[in-house]
Nanobody, 125 residues
Framework: VQLQASGGGLVQARDSLRLSCVVS????????VAWFRQAPGEEREFVVG????????TGADSLKGRFAISRDITKNTVYLQMSSLKPEDTAVYYC???????????????????WGQGTLVTVSS
């Protein structure tokens, strides 16, 4: 299973951006998927996740209402929709999948078996 994240780039504060994560060699069907991010010098941070079949969780309060996860099983693609972006959202964003995970572990990086390579999002003020 390989994950390919894309869609990052340089945006202005208050812009919106959608990231994509495509899986190859497998499917998102039956799998839980999450987005994490990591800023320079910081630990990897849970952004948002969806546990199969459909319960979702969002990380820090600062992300709620601005970041949302969705998936298109037919396209083997998971999306991260980001809105009202802020400079502090600047980070490398990673997607990850897990075959077996309980809801309370959605935000734990070690719960995930496969990771994408990351895509950089830079938000300028």
């Amino acid at each position: 299973v390989q994950l390919q994240a894309s869609g990052g780039g340089l945006v202005q504060a208050r812009d919106s951006l959608r990231l994509s994560c495509v899986v190859s060699g497998g499917s998102f069907r039956g799998y839980s998927v999450a987005w994490f991010r990591q800023a320079p010098g910081e630990e990897r941070e849970f952004v948002v996740g969806i546990r199969w079949p459909g319960s979702t969780a969002t990380g820090a309060d600062s992300l709620k209402g601005r970041f949302a996860i969705s998936r298109d099983i037919t396209k083997n693609t998971v999306y991260l929709q980001m809105s009202s972006l802020k400079p502090e959202d600047t980070a490398v964003y990673y997607c990850a999948t897990a075959s077996r995970i309980i809801y309370s572990q959605l935000g734990v990086p070690s719960s995930y078996e496969h990771w994408g390579q990351g895509t950089l999002v830079t938000v300028s003020s």
